[in-house]
């Protein structure tokens, strides 16, 4: 817009300057341009020069200011990127525990299973030996000639083994229990990591 009214003031003082009838004359001051008229062009030229300072300074002062918001976008974009791989680095760590913690349960539960398994056979076994002593007691109260102080000595070693698999049996009954807390805490660590 600045441009056009500049350059149609020039145009008006340059087509005012010729407009005038030519005379036949050949005086100087005919072919010489009115001071009006030149001071109206100097006066438009200088409307110009500054229209078109104001347009270079406003356009590289808008230059800068989208440089620098290129840069900023660049290095936020560039943190993102960062961000990104960090957060890929934690994910796959935490798949890591997860398998980690899955492997483990399931080694825990075998151990369960088997410790399980052996304390039922120990169990069973201490009943069978329970009933043998029964009935060895009932023999030897109806058929056996043998002493007391042997009887006491048998019964003696019985009931030291019934307490020995009686120890057992508690201290395996307390690795079940603590293996159970165990493998629910890891159940839960896994189900919260999920």
Same mark, same amino acid.
């Given at each position: 817009m600045i441009w056009a009214l500049c350059l149609l003031c020039v145009a008006g003082g340059l087509t005012a300057a010729h407009a005038g009838p030519l005379s036949k004359?050949? !005086? &100087?001051?005919? !072919? /010489? /341009?009115?001071l009006e008229e030149v001071n109206m062009l100097m006066f438009g030229v200088i409307q110009l020069s500054e229209s078109l300072n104001y347009v270079y300074e406003t356009t590289a002062a808008k $230059? /800068? !200011? $989208? #440089?620098?918001? &290129? =840069?900023s976008h660049e290095g936020t974009l560039q943190m993102l990127g960062k961000q990104t791989e960090q957060a890929a680095e934690v994910e796959k760590q935490m798949k890591d525990v997860i398998q980690l913690l899955q492997a483990q349960m399931a080694k825990q539960q075998a151990q369960t299973v088997m410790t399980k398994d052996?304390? /039922?056979? =120990?169990e069973q076994e201490g009943v069978e030996l329970k009933t043998k002593v029964r009935r060895l007691e009932m023999y030897l #109260?109806?058929?056996a000639p043998i002493s007391i102080k042997e009887l006491q000595e048998r019964a003696e070693e019985h009931s030291n083994i019934l307490k020995g698999l009686q120890l057992l049996t508690q201290f395996h009954k307390e690795n079940i229990e603590t293996q159970k807390d165990q493998l629910s805490k890891l159940q839960r660590m896994s189900e919260a990591m999920t």
């Open positions: 004359t050949s !005086k &100087l001051e005919d !072919k /010489a /341009a009115p $230059i /800068a !200011k $989208i #440089s620098q918001v &290129l =840069m052996w304390l /039922a056979s =120990m #109260s109806n058929f």
